[in-house]
């Protein structure tokens, strides 16, 4: 069976800090691959998607940038991090020949 | 664009009552629909899909949705809630040939004892 790992599950940076958050899927081979963040009362927004190793689009203007180092590896980046980029991030996974996406369990981001 | 509204953003609803969560999706030619479930400080597990054929789908702890076009609506019942069932839900609907799930803000459902 399929599993997606995220981590880390919490993390409080201060401003202007790095940030990486790695997620990573096990049991599929060239999974389509997801970030969004979900803001409080605001439903979920797709940051970033991948459909390959070194293919990545992004869906809005932002703080932050993606990449994808190996086929089942997403990693989420940002150099200097801002008041802003708080929030509930979720790494998602899809085969590319299926129409539904599966879910991480979150990294809750507070930036302070 | 896809959207998708989610009317209510919270429901309370007493222990084996019914419940209504709605949905209603922006029309596109050809949609997928979906339901996910959110526990807190979780992720979001998929609940159930509409993708073609029968317009009623059902999960296996008894929720059900029906798509329907003319009213381009994806509405989730369940005829008895229970506690356990106490989560935010999310509807969110994938155009046909995009990449993209499109979400709604998310209904909290609070089942009371």
């Known amino acids: 069976s399929q599993t997606i790992h995220q981590w880390p599950a919490t993390l409080v940076q201060p401003v202007g800090s790095p940030l990486s958050l790695e997620c990573t899927v096990e049991?599929?081979?060239?999974?389509?691959l997801y970030w969004y963040r979900q803001a409080a009362g605001r439903g979920l927004q797709l940051l970033f998607y991948s459909v390959g190793i070194g293919q990545i689009s992004s869906e809005v203007p932002q703080n932050l940038s993606a990449s994808r180092p190996q086929d089942r590896q997403f990693i989420l980046s940002s150099k200097k991090l801002l008041l802003s980029d708080s929030g509930f991030y979720l790494c998602a996974w899809s085969r590319p020949t299926r129409i539904e996406a599966f879910f991480g369990q979150g990294t809750r981001l507070t930036v302070v | 664009a896809q959207s998708v509204t989610q009317l209510d953003s919270q429901v309370p609803v007493f222990e084996e009552a019914p419940v209504e969560l709605r949905c209603n999706y922006s029309s596109s030619v050809s949609v997928y629909l979906f339901w996910y479930v959110q526990y807190p400080n979780q992720g979001l597990q998929l609940l159930l899909k509409y993708l073609s054929g029968s317009t009623l789908v059902e999960s296996i702890n008894g929720f059900e949705a029906e798509f329907n076009k003319s009213q381009t609506s994806f509405h989730l019942r369940k005829p008895s809630v229970h506690i356990s069932d106490t989560a935010e839900y999310f509807c969110?609907?994938?155009?046909?040939?995009?990449?993209?799930?499109?979400f709604g803000k998310g209904t909290k459902l609070s089942v009371i004892p």
């Open positions: 969110a609907s994938r155009g046909a040939g995009s990449y993209q799930l499109t």
């Open positions: 049991g599929t081979s060239n999974p389509n």
